[in-house]
């Protein structure tokens, strides 16, 4: 075993010293903690299956498999796979929309939070967050708990080429200078699915709390000997060991035929193809490693040992989980599935009944009585046939049958009921209340029928913040040299900015709105304009068509909010002690406003008597643009008495600078 400096420990405890100690002590816990999510794992895989389809299961107690019958498949109406997938797409169809919160209302650190902000904005559309936030919403939806993992690759983002090392060009044998491939890292999220994370106990709920995590992760033998060479030659070959018999079915259930559940065995032995197990442990910050303890175990061989590299914010760990429910007991959520299983396996055992019922109809059955001498094969299909049978006995009739009792054919309805009682999903076909316009009512009916993710979506909000804030953090330790930020914004505008992680001043608390992320139907939006053009809201004919065309009104209120920047500057001009020109193409309402709620801040209160009165003539000045009165020095600064140059050198009038 290579031998690999082991941090130092604040002070001594029982953890190991050595390594072949800490090996010994990872895979003990690995093992352990594995045995005990193993019923976790079943629920899992099953889940799996019945969204899939897979719905005629069995459980081999020999075996310990879940295997399907090699019979013909009875009928399956797959309600959960069209429940998932409803609810995923209501939970997708809005983009959470991340803002940091300025740690003051200072100027300098309400700018710092919108270069922040502008930065996340970019990283999120640089690494397609939207598509693991997809991912991780149906890992979430199938196993109940998802995580996303949050660190800094350092062999991602932009690269260069170099020639040279320690200020010394490399050239090869012909004086060609080697140029070597430098990256500049970024920022890596990625989903991760409740197979590849250990928790250290699974009574407690919060991520945060827990004393550690160990993660499973499948790489290729030689991307593990790329990244610790100090392990080349020492893994052995592949094995299909490596994975439990759940994780097993997880992927023999990607192929759509196949009779029976049972784990693919890895049939590849090369360095290229073949897969290790590498176990990440990390430990959080405690009494003997005060900075956390991060251990990487590949097999028997200690592959890294160090402390935590990077600061993970308020979740203490790079692993962010998120739940579809919580109970506020347990660290594994609930999914939705495990409660609609029983109600799908009754609803599609009925449904196999009724058409083996509807078979046995179809196919009529005769009165025969004992002794009627008709042959076997005389009541077949053919027209025109005589049949001959004994007079002596009643003629062969075709028996009578009952029809279905009423209670079968209403007890699917029942089932559907519980199905939507139990999965949560409401009716919107009600009536709206009174004195609503079109676009609220379309929207109350909306909300009505996603009320039951409600809850759900604010654990992915409260999942998301952290994210967003470990995202954050490491651009700020990370950020060291210069980056081109690009920025679309409204109308396919592009905003560029360049900036290091020092800009962001430390503003890392990001906040998402959850009400930005239920689905807004376009329909509605569409009706809500009308209702802001008939209400005059909207006065613009070519604006109500460029918003009507795409059903959005984001547009207004980004406008908005660029005029109260713009009174935001001025009032910036004002707390220096200049004052602002004003002219009549301005928004001498939205400077009114401002102005006039400016004017009642405790910031206004503390400002020297001079500029109090600069800041009160600027709203005069616009309150009068408003009445018509005009501006008064093409609006410059008006000359104003300066009591304290009275009868000095200085002149008895002086403009307040």
Known sequence: MAEIKL??????????????GWVKYINTLHDERLSQRRPKEFQWVVNLAYYLGYQNLSYNLRSGALEMSREEQPLTINRIGSFIDARHAKITKSNPIAK?????????????????????????????????Y?????????????????????????????????????VDEEGIPKLEKIFMGEVRSDALSAFAVLPGS???????DQPYLIERNFLPIAEVEAIYPHLKGKIGKPKSEIKTEYEKLIDRMASPVFTALRGAEISQDDSINGSVLVKTFMMKPNAQYEDGLVVVVVENELAMMTEFPNDFGKNVYPYVKFTEREDGFHFWGQSTIERLIPIQKAFNKLRQQKVKNAGLLANGKWLLAKGSQVVDDALNDEEGEVIEYNPAVPKPEQARLSPMPQYSVELPRELIIDFRDVGGQRESSVTPPPNLTAGVAIENAAELADEAIGPILRHV????????????????EEYTDPRVVKVMGAGGKI???IFRGTDFRNHTDVHIEVESMFPDFRGSKRQTLFDMWDRRII?????????????????????????????????????????PEINQFQNHIVYVNQLSKFIQTPEFMALIPERKQQTLQLLQLHIAALQGGGLP???????????????????PVRPVQ
Do not use: C
């Open 495 to 497: 905003s560029m900015d």
């Open 134 to 170: 997809e991912r991780m919403i149906m890992l979430m939806l199938i196993t109940g708990t998802a995580f996303v993992r949050t660190v800094w690759d350092p062999i991602a983002g932009e690269s260069i080429r170099e020639a040279e090392e320690d200020g010394e060009t490399l």
């Open 633 to 651: 020095q093409q609006g410059q600064a008006v000359p104003q008495q300066n009591q304290a140059a009275v009868g000095t050198e200085f002149g």
């Open 7 to 20: 941090p130092k420990h604040s002070k001594k405890g029982d953890l190991p010293v050595t390594q072949s």
């Open 539 to 579: 006065q613009d004919p070519g604006q109500f068509l460029e918003l009507f065309r795409f059903g959005n009104w984001d547009k207004l209120t980004e406008e908005l909010e660029q005029l109260k920047e713009n009174v935001y500057l001025d009032i910036k001009q004002l707390k220096n002690g200049k004052m």
């Open 461 to 476: 909000a409260r999942g998301l913040q952290l994210v967003g804030n470990q995202q954050l953090i490491l651009m700020t």
């Open 202 to 208: 699974e009574a407690i709920p919060k991520t945060r």
């Open 100 to 132: 940091v919160i300025p740690n003051t209302p200072d100027d300098e650190d309400v700018a710092a939070a919108k270069r922040a902000d502008k930065a996340l904005t970019y990283l999120w559309r640089k690494i397609d967050m939207s598509e693991e």
